[in-house]
């Protein structure tokens, strides 16, 4: 699987879209991106997922570029309760083996 | 409710003394796998498993045991347990990825270990 490039930190104001980048320039053709995030020391949550186009649910819109090196996550509302860490994670489909996770984006949100 | 439910959730323990951290899942998953998360080095995958007798390694095996002899739980086993285990453990399931699946992992609630 590809490896992905976060930034460590991230502050967004409440109220405000908040917009997480993520690289993963060596992405392959039939790899999809994968955002979770991790509230406190709780079990990480998936949040969203996509190969080429973008998708939106109810927790986030995902915006893949159109080379694929790249993505953004946007939650568009950001709360005080969506402070976590943001992980982004490249995967093949079908895929034997689970998810490996970098570091991740530490975001906060500020009141 | 589908929930993947570890056991214990705190355990402190001493160097060497066996201990087992139980995993189930209710939602018919073919896939489990462990993960320890460390400060400073994310989530890294311990075991995982395909299906029920298939168990491979991950990406920090070492001192480290996991059985799949039901499709529900998934237990890891530290048969001498050493201070660097000490950590915050976390299983996960998820369906066979397929064309008609997302592939979303399911996570416990997690295991926080202390080994003296």
């Known amino acids: 699987d590809a490896k992905t490039t976060q930034p460590p930190s991230m502050d967004c104001a409440e109220g405000r879209a908040a917009n997480l980048p993520c690289n993963h320039s060596?992405?392959?053709?039939?790899?999809?991106v994968y955002w979770y995030r991790q509230i406190h020391s709780q079990g990480p949550q998936y949040i969203i997922h996509?190969?080429?186009n973008n998708e939106t649910n109810e927790m986030a819109s995902l915006i893949i570029t159109e080379d694929r090196k790249s993505s953004t996550l946007i939650l568009p509302h950001a709360t005080l309760r969506d402070t976590a860490v943001y992980y982004c994670?490249?995967?093949?489909?079908?895929?034997?083996?689970?998810?490996?996770f970098g570091s991740g984006t530490q975001l906060t949100v500020l009141p | 409710e589908a929930q993947v439910t570890q056991n214990p959730r705190y355990l402190i323990t001493v160097t060497g003394k066996k201990l087992t951290v139980t995993c189930s899942q209710n939602?018919?998953?073919?896939?489990m796998s462990w993960y320890r998360q460390d400060p400073g080095l994310g989530l890294r995958q311990i075991y995982y498993?395909?299906?029920?007798?298939?168990?491979d390694k991950g990406d920090v095996p070492e001192g480290y045991k996991v059985s799949r002899k039901e499709k529900r739980n998934f237990p890891l086993i530290l048969e001498s347990p050493s201070p660097n285990q000490t950590s915050l453990y976390f299983c996960?399931?998820?369906?066979?990825?397929?064309?008609?699946?997302?592939?979303?992992?399911?996570f416990g609630e997690g295991s926080r270990l202390t080994v003296l």
């Open positions: 994670i490249v995967r093949r489909l079908p895929s034997a083996r689970q998810l490996t």
């Open positions: 060596t992405i392959s053709g039939n790899e999809y």
């Open positions: 498993s395909m299906n029920v007798e298939v168990t």
């Open positions: 996509g190969l080429k």
């Open positions: 996960a399931s998820s369906l066979r990825t397929s064309g008609s699946s997302t592939g979303e992992l399911f």
């Open positions: 939602m018919n998953h073919e896939y």
